[in-house]
């Protein structure tokens, strides 16, 4: 009879189980304070688009004298949303535009953290984001 000279040190089925249990308990306790952090990583993805914006409307403004309520005509693409298999949390929109003034918005189109509000911020003429409704 022949005796299986090496043995393979490996973990069994119980092991596995329980630190997985104290990684899902670890991470339970750590999830409720990063979703500040989470909220506000994802909120730069909105002011960067909204600097686009507002780069584009003062280009637009320079040419024509006036600033436009159409993002196809200021030449801003705006990034495909998470809906539609992109990457983008935020949807754009130009609300206000005289021949002097604009205002531009962004809208998270999730919710961040779970609390049924949505963020949203907003760019106007003069180049400034602030946030509107903090999620």
Not at 52 to 68: G, L
Not at 74 to 81: G, L, N, Q, S, V
């Amino acid at each position: 009879m022949k005796q299986n000279k090496y043995k393979i040190a490996s973990f069994n089925l119980q092991e596995t189980l329980i630190v997985l249990a104290i990684v899902a308990i670890l991470l339970l306790i750590a999830l409720p304070n990063l979703m500040p952090l989470i909220t506000k990583a994802k909120s730069v993805e909105a002011q960067t688009q909204l600097k686009a914006i507002y780069n584009a409307e003062k280009q637009y403004f320079f040419m024509y004298s006036k600033y436009s309520n159409d993002l196809n005509e200021i030449d801003f693409e705006a990034p495909k949303t998470v809906k539609e298999d992109g990457t983008a949390n935020y949807i754009y929109e130009i609300i206000q535009s005289t021949s002097n003034e604009f205002k531009a918005r962004a809208t998270a189109i999730t919710d961040f953290n779970g609390d049924g509000i949505y963020n949203v911020w907003e760019i106007d003429h003069n180049g400034n984001p602030k946030q509107v409704t903090n999620d």
